[in-house]
């Protein structure tokens, strides 16, 4: 197989796509719009925010040139299959992303959950250069790959080694990102913090579900700014959740805070279920920082020193799903 574009191409029609999503043109306004009607989870000022950080943080033509300049492309074209979640709007753009740079042919199998929005951006691709078609595939099986690279659950994880494992492959489980505070926090962090949260309802691997607090934390302004947010419980499907995870603690017993949208428990494990947000105390900074690190189910560590208040779902063009390099493995076959 071989790849007619050349990378000054490839990346000339990726600097034109940002600027495309940045514009207000009524066909990518409907693909949008279809996007929010075919997942209740979609709302419009999320997948407008997706879009917007997918603009600013991948698609700049300088951000692309200096982040390319770290790799020796391949000189041999690959079919690389990728299978994309759906928990957020284009979560697997970057996948996408790394695959077209490096110049492999791509089969892709989106989600169910998000399958409007990269479809539509690769067949506007497609207008502006027709070797984009021969590139990239929408498929819905992946068969005869060379490579693969799947992003699932823990559950599907294991199906996805049972097919891809003999091949080189990256499979991507379940993971979460947790915030450190440390009683200092100002309004403006924690309202930033809250945004760390909230977005996506919680349900990115980059959102926050466990804030570590030193010992005797008073939580009261950490929920009277979180009540910024407080506009999710209007979601149907957030405020079921809501109530039914209200209603088992309460049943049960179990000690929690709320501000009407958010439920907090005390609980070690730093997955917590969509409106609840988990909180562990600590007695010493450094040996929870040393834990946190050494944790495999760890995204992202929030706070003064790591990923900054409200940046969580910002990530560089080099800042990868499960800290395992893509580009470096797609160069790399």
């Known amino acids: 197989m071989t790849n007619n574009l050349p990378l000054s191409r490839r990346l000339d029609l990726l600097t034109n796509l940002g600027t495309y999503l ?8 409907d693909a949008q719009d279809r996007a929010v009607s075919a997942n209740p989870w979609f709302t419009p000022a999320h997948v407008s925010l997706a879009i917007e950080n997918i603009a600013d943080q991948y698609l700049k033509r300088d951000k692309l040139e200096q982040w390319v ?15 994309m979640a759906g928990n957020i709007p284009l979560v697997g ?30 067949l506007k691709l497609g207008e502006w250069e027709p070797e984009v078609t021969d590139q990239v595939t929408i498929a819905d099986r992946l068969n005869d790959c060379d490579a693969y690279i799947a992003t699932g659950s823990n559950n599907t994880a294991r199906y996805f ?17 947790v915030a450190v505070l440390d009683g200092r926090e100002t309004d403006d962090e924690l309202a930033l913090l809250a945004d760390d949260v909230y977005l996506y309802y919680g349900l990115g691997c980059r959102n926050v579900t466990q804030v570590c607090v030193p010992r005797g934390y008073n939580f009261e302004r950490l929920l009277q700014v979180f009540n910024k947010h407080n506009d999710y419980a209007d979601l149907n499907k957030y405020k079921n959740n ?16 709320s501000n009407e949208s958010l439920l907090m428990v005390e609980n070690d494990f730093p997955f917590s279920a ?6 562990k105390y600590y007695d010493d900074k450094e040996t929870l920082i040393k834990q946190l690190e050494k944790n495999l189910d760890i995204q992202a560590i929030i706070g003064r020193g790591f990923v900054p208040f409200g940046d969580s779902q910002k ?11 893509t580009m470096a493995f797609l160069c790399g076959l």
């Open 69 to 83: 300049a770290n790799y020796t492309l391949p000189q041999s074209v690959k079919k690389v299959g990728i299978v």
């Open 93 to 122: 753009f970057h996948d996408f992303l790394c695959g077209f740079v490096s110049g492999h042919h791509l089969l892709i199998k989106q989600s169910s959950k998000d399958e409007v929005l990269l479809k539509f951006l690769l």
């Open 242 to 257: 809501y109530d039914y995870h209200l209603a088992i603690y309460l049943l049960n017993r179990v000690p929690y805070m």
């Open 315 to 325: 990530p560089a063009l080099s800042e990868y799903a499960d800290g395992v390099d």
């Open 274 to 279: 969509v409106s609840v947000l988990h909180y």
């Open 22 to 29: 940045e514009r207000n043109d009524i066909n990518w306004m």
């Open 161 to 177: 080694e049972q097919y891809f494992g003999k091949y080189p492959h990256i499979i991507r489980k379940n993971r979460t990102s």
